[in-house]
């Protein structure tokens, strides 16, 4: 069928969903509703698609256009379940099962007839991670059946009138609902404050006398002190006690009014650091292989299970910058210190890496030279991991990966994804040419013609897509919450295979001939003058999409996107 997806951004899950339907032979087209109504009805009547999907509105689609058209919303809750703001209550109210439903449009907001739903289970994690994972993963089933159940033509959807379905009705989630009370909430109730708004909205919060919104939550279990009071800084986090412990707090988001010049989320030290250059907050290290049963922060750790060294990293949203790059490289180093045959490095969960971190370089004093320190930095560690010849190395996504981000995958002997990941191998829409060794890891892998469509169309790629481009050397059916301990078995298998000292002998003699052919110093200095002339450029469009991303302002055409079927699969 002809689908036109129509999204207020082109986030993880409109990504996921373009893929996958595509994926099943469909043709996908999308359109973004924050440019308008308008653009919306001309993408319609432009393309006249067999169906229109919704996988993520802040506004509602054009009466006329569900009137006219079948139209499909997909509502991250349960049947029966209304509101803007179902997660957040979800989290907020421990829901232990929580559900997708795709449901039809309708003059009511989450009121029209069911054409699909899937629940799912609702672990401790932020509402981010929970919605482009288990929530991600119930509604690509979800979608897949209703465009089926559609197709057939014979399925009646279930009104909502139905006896079986419980109506709720919740309001929008607002702060003062959000709001922590440090002298009386205890960890548990401000970590589930935290969680349930760490990307959108935070915590409206007082700090040193200015207003923040607080992004994301973790526990520490041996810092205490007087409830509210600021204790130690850690990698860019601060802690923050409570009545009976801390928490942890990565990043904070100065408020629109308060006249900082970049209100926007970036690491919670440097924001307090900018407004308070006095404070001086004591560092508390975070060991890199912390005692077991351990509660605190630590965004890198290692961990040894025999002959497996397993390199841990989760960084907010994905990004990483100058500074995470440089201690995710020390880290590597120490790893390769160790007496394994197999490195694995990824997060437990959710995303593997976008990348630089474009909201630390927008903030930045010099953006142009900040973009280049980090892209530097992202770009020792890429190098490090391509020359490490005597152990193999297995980058392990349990989530999305992006730019940079992918290419430092791609830098592993294998990549193993789990089967809800997105791969976006590109960097064209952000206005850069690349980096991270791309030209030297991307074609070995796809062949130079697959990589150049890759670059130039710029298009996400499911994990089943990357597995037949040969992106990816082996798919991981896990849930997202078993992903982890599925690759530490087959980790754990790969290390006892006979023949492994000889796959490490081959690689280590096919890195050697590539070395001769083209030494790596070269495809690095060729894409990084490249890019130093983009950054350095002040009319470059790189600054300016860079800006509008970290800002959330719409850039880009109002028409819609498509897929050219047969080139990316």
């Known amino acids: 069928m002809d689908i036109l997806l129509v999204a207020s951004a082109f986030n993880s899950l409109s990504q996921r969903l373009y893929a996958e339907l595509s994926d099943q032979g469909h043709r996908v087209d999308v359109v973004l509703a924050s440019h308008g109504a308008d653009p919306v009805r001309a993408a319609v009547h432009e393309l006249r698609p067999d169906l229109v999907v919704a996988p993520m509105l802040k506004t509602a689609l054009p009466a006329d256009l569900w009137q006219e058209h079948t139209c499909l919303i997909v509502h991250p809750g349960p049947p029966g379940d209304r509101g803007p703001s179902s997660l957040d209550w979800a989290i907020a109210e421990q829901a232990p099962r929580w559900g997708v439903t795709v449901l039809q449009a309708e003059a009511a907001m989450d009121a029209g007839a069911i054409w699909a739903a899937e629940p799912f289970r609702v672990p401790h994690v932020g509402k981010s991670d929970l919605y482009r994972n288990e929530a991600s993963d119930a509604a690509v089933t979800a979608v897949l059946t209703a465009v089926r159940r559609y197709a057939e033509g014979s399925y009646k959807p279930r009104p909502q009138s139905d006896p079986s379905i419980g109506v709720v009705w919740r309001d929008f989630l607002r702060q003062d609902r959000r709001r922590i009370d440090w002298e009386h909430d205890d960890t548990a109730t401000v970590l589930r404050k935290l969680r349930g708004a760490d990307s959108q909205p935070g915590v409206l919060d007082e700090l040193l006398g200015r207003e923040v919104f607080l992004h994301g939550g973790h ?51 440097s924001v307090l650091a900018r407004h308070e250059p006095a404070l001086r907050l004591p560092e508390s290290p975070a060991p890199l292989e912390p005692e077991p049963g351990r509660r605190t922060y630590a ?4 961990r040894q299970r025999g002959d497996v060294g397993l390199l841990g990293f989760s960084f907010p949203g994905g990004a990483m910058n100058t500074d995470q790059c440089r201690r995710l490289l020390a880290a590597y180093r120490y790893a390769l210190t160790r007496p394994t045959r197999v490195l694995v490095l990824g997060a437990a969960r959710d995303f593997f890496s976008n990348g630089i971190h474009l909201n630390v370089i927008e903030a930045a004093p010099d953006p142009a030279e900040e973009s280049w320190t980090n892209l530097n930095a992202m770009d020792d560690l890429v190098e490090v991991v391509l020359r490490t010849t005597d152990r193999l190395v297995v980058a392990a996504l349990g989530g999305n990966a992006a730019a940079g981000g992918a290419m430092l995958a791609l830098a592993a002997d294998q990549v193993w994804c789990r089967t809800g990941t997105v791969l976006n191998p590109h960097y064209r829409r952000m206005g850069l040419y690349g980096s991270e060794f791309w030209t030297y890891s991307l074609p070995r892998r796809v062949g130079p013609e697959q990589a150049r469509r890759l670059t130039t169309e710029a298009l996400p790629v499911s994990a089943a897509t990357a597995e037949r481009l040969g992106l990816v050397d082996r798919l991981v059916p896990a849930a997202p919450g078993e992903f982890a301990a599925a690759v530490e078995r087959l980790a754990t298998g790969l290390a006892a295979e006979p023949g492994l000292e000889k796959r490490i002998a081959a690689k280590a003699a096919a890195r050697a001939a590539d070395e001769g052919q083209r030494p790596l110093a070269e495809y690095r200095e060729a894409e990084l003058a490249r890019m130093h002339g983009i950054f350095f450029d002040p009319q470059a469009p790189y600054h300016a999409l860079r800006s509008a991303f970290v800002r959330k302002v719409p850039t880009g055409s109002p028409r819609p996107l498509a897929v050219p079927t047969g080139d990316v699969r």
């Open 219 to 269: 526990p520490e279990d041996q810092l205490c002190g007087r409830p509210g009071e600021l204790l130690a800084q850690r990698n860019g986090a601060v802690c923050r006690a409570t009545r009976d412990g801390a928490v942890w707090i990565p990043e904070l988001r100065p408020r629109r009014n308060s006249g900082d010049p970049a209100p926007f989320r970036r690491p919670a030290a």
């Open 299 to 302: 965004d890198i750790r290692y």
